[in-house]
């Protein structure tokens, strides 16, 4: 199963949507009716979603039981906290020289740490699900996922959640149906390959039922769904991930980028919004022009980052999350977003 393609998959739509930008007012500066908004929107329910699918699945290689809960939360603090919390101090940092709102000294260093800031609250968010998921799971010793994540999805569709920015805590509820979907897909993957023509077309028709009534709805309102909390949501974000893990090929371009794509999660909206400044400095106005650069270079920069920071033993850990006492070469590196302690 292409668990990793997948994650660099969920990356590229991430970079690409902070190219084009979170609104009108961001970005290239596109609205609706424009290609690139349209992209940017349908896909909203794939984009986060996918990310914590895939760390679902892969949290069931080696969830934690009652006696190393502990050490299994610290790996996740390690791996995931520390390197969030420098890039996000870096990104604010970055922010006070353009003087925009993620500013470090707008938003202010605990609010940069332990609330809601850019993208940063997916690991905050994840992380909430590690600690409470992690000690539940272990408490049942890994059975009735199923029964977690149908209470999930009842809990998404009836609205409840805990509406705080501290910790990510809002989003924690938004992507646990997801990860529990991953879990669940992980723990019954022998099923999955035994069924698998038939659960990927059921996935597909989730996915274009749910597609066609979100075109139904822009052409009724010029405007895409922005709810996350209903059925048309899930059943896009739900089934899109099950149909890219039943159906995805091998694709080598995808492969070559997945060591590097916890790096380019931390690090790529820095190089996004150097190119497209750099650019509209040189008088460039062409969209689809300031796309494909911001894209580029919002891959590629993080990329030689990773190469050179891997190349100092002291910052392998906090900053790239991965063990100091041992370099991988690229093609054998551990996942970048779930890895284990």
Known sequence: MPIESLRVVAVL???????????PEAGLNVEYPHPLRLFAEFLVDARMPLFAFVAGFVYAFRPPTLADYGGFLTGKVRRLIIP???AALLFSLAGMA????YSLTTQGPIRVMFYHYA????LQSIMVIFVVFGLVDALLRHRHTALLFLG?????LEGISLRTSFLSIGGAFYLLPYFLFGTLCHRH??????YRVWLAALALAAVLAAGWWNIGLYLETGRLSGYRGDLQSLGFGLGIALAMLLLMPRIAWLDALRPFSFTIYLYHVLA???TRRALQALEVTDVWVLFACGLTTGLLVPVLLHLAIDRI???RQPVLGLRRNRRPKPAAARPGFDPQP
């Open 272 to 274: 996004t919004s150097a």
């Open 189 to 194: 993957a022998g099923q999955l390959l035994r």
């Open 119 to 122: 993208h940063y609250w997916f």
């Open 313 to 315: 033993p002291a910052l």
């Open 98 to 101: 353009v003087d925009n709102v």
């Open 84 to 86: 969030g919390w420098i």
């Open 13 to 23: 739509l991430l970079v690409a949507y902070h190219v084009i930008g979170a609104g």
């Open 152 to 156: 999930a999805v009842a809990m998404t």
